[in-house]
């Protein structure tokens, strides 16, 4: 178990320019040693644990053509060349 101090709590209230009762750093270290305790026990519980992630797993599928009419995007368009956008350069080649 975690033991949190009076001064630990104190001086994170110091830190985050918090004024803290007496009562409620009572209660503070209450809540922080509850979530290190279960932070804790997660941690202790995810070693046990092994998740195989698959690497380089290449998923391949068929590529499917659906024909639609582009002119409703197109009409959007400030500029455009037939069925095509006309955007400004970005990289100049020389």
């Known amino acids: 178990m975690t033991q949190i101090t ?8 110091r830190l985050s320019h918090i004024e803290l009762t007496d009562h409620e ?13 279960y932070a804790a026990r997660v941690q202790d519980i995810a070693h046990d644990i092994t998740i195989e992630t698959p690497k380089n797993n290449n998923i ?3 590529d499917i053509i659906i024909p639609t009419d582009p002119q409703p995007i197109l009409a959007q368009a400030p500029e455009r060349e037939g069925n095509f956008f006309i ?5 100049e080649s020389n």
């Open 6 to 13: 009076r001064e630990e709590i104190e001086k994170i209230a």
């Open 25 to 37: 750093i009572i209660n503070a270290m209450k809540h922080v040693e509850a979530v290190l305790n």
């Open 60 to 62: 391949e599928r068929d």
């Open 87 to 91: 955007v400004p350069v970005i990289i």
